[in-house]
């Protein structure tokens, strides 16, 4: 199976199915001399794990990651990462009915047809088990960002079906399940979910995430822009079906006068773009915003086909997120890591020694 790497220069490959032995990655390009442990990984892949509250799956995974490589002394010694997690909770026995039917909306027709054969326990690698390495590894990158470099990056849940977060919070996101930057919305969206899941139905959900202090410079102009790779990424992420950066669709409706980021001496005065302008970092906040599908993977019947063709009525058991989105906000912010600390060393290696004289001016 081919595309499992991200990246160019800081690379991502991925191993391992929902219901096997283990998942597993390697990171390949991170520079020696970073120090790293497992704890560093582990508050991220803590936030992401199933089982964390009665709004998510209840399958339940300690997902401790173990360093198997590529860091001697408690360092990065520049050589290949391995990581590994061991899956402990698996019921492969929930998923025999599935076997050979498929179910609406998932990967289960497009593996067949692509492979001719599929593993159907729990998606096999289609699930977004696959996530927690990108979350160890984006925890890799997110500690040499904000420790060379300053950048900080987070995340929030700004939507849950029809219920819009208003305020916005930053000490508030992890005060709560769903990664909430308004408290007072908290209320509604558990009394959702819980109506939700007696329903046996799912709903889906935006996930705003944001950088800062990431340098002007990083991005390529062309192909490889800055905001391009962040969408690659961020659509990459199971169940992402639309990817915004900055202001996204909301620029169909503003006039230029409006959308463009006027400048000062003293900084941007609005940041439409995302933080991205001709593919390259501004200097501002790199934006983004992502829309989840609904959980795919339902009790309540539904009309397919089998392997053969027949029509057949297809109900899902096992453990699933009826919001998948409700997890996803540490997800999309290893993603945005990944990317930005590839296109640091790409920046690096190629432009390291440019020098000009106009200020970085920021943001207002």
Request: include cysteine; charge should be negative; hydrophobic fraction near 35%.
């Amino acid at each position: 199976m081919s595309g499992n790497t991200f990246g160019k220069l800081f690379t991502v490959t991925t191993f391992g199915e929902s219901h096997g032995a283990a998942l597993g990655c390697i990171i390949d390009g991170c520079p020696p001399g970073l120090e790293l442990s497992e704890a560093d990984m582990q508050k991220d892949l803590d936030r992401r794990k199933p089982g964390t509250s009665r709004h998510t799956t209840q399958r339940r995974e300690a997902d401790e990651v173990r360093i198997l490589s590529g860091v001697f002394e408690g360092k990065t010694t520049g050589t290949p990462i391995g990581l590994i997690i061991e899956n402990t909770d698996q019921r492969s026995k929930d998923y025999s009915k599935i076997s050979e039917q498929f179910r609406p909306a998932h990967a289960d027709y497009t593996y067949t047809h692509k492979y001719g054969v599929r593993d159907y326990r729990g998606g096999g690698r289609s699930s977004a088990r696959e996530t927690a390495m990108r979350v160890a590894a984006g925890a890799v990158a997110r500690k040499f960002l904000e420790q060379r470099l300053g950048i900080r990056i987070r995340g929030y849940l700004s939507q849950l079906g029809p219920i819009k977060a208003e305020k916005h919070d930053w000490d508030q996101v992890h005060q709560n399940p769903f990664f909430c930057p308004d408290a007072d919305k908290v209320p509604e969206m558990e009394a959702y979910m819980d109506a939700l899941r007696k329903e046996g139905d799912s709903i889906g959900a935006r996930i705003n995430v944001v950088a800062d202090g990431v340098p002007p410079g990083l991005g390529e102009p062309i192909f490889d822009r800055l905001d391009a790779d962040l969408a690659h990424a961020l659509m990459s992420i199971n169940a992402v079906k639309g990817v915004e950066i900055g202001a996204g669709f909301g620029c169909i409706d503003q006039k230029g006068t409006e959308h463009r980021d006027e400048m000062t001496p003293e900084g941007f005065l609005s940041n439409h773009a995302g933080g991205v302008l001709g593919g390259i970092s501004s200097g501002q906040p790199i934006i983004a915003s992502i829309a989840l599908k609904p959980t795919s993977s339902l009790r309540l019947p539904g009309r397919s086909i089998d392997v053969h063709g027949n029509p057949v009525e297809v109900i899902t058991t096992g453990r699933h997120d009826p919001c998948v989105g409700i997890r996803a906000t540490p997800i999309a912010e290893a993603m945005m890591a990944i990317v930005l600390m590839d296109h640091y060393l790409r920046h690096r290696g190629q432009n390291g020694d440019v020098e000009v004289s106009t200020p970085v001016i920021g943001q207002l």
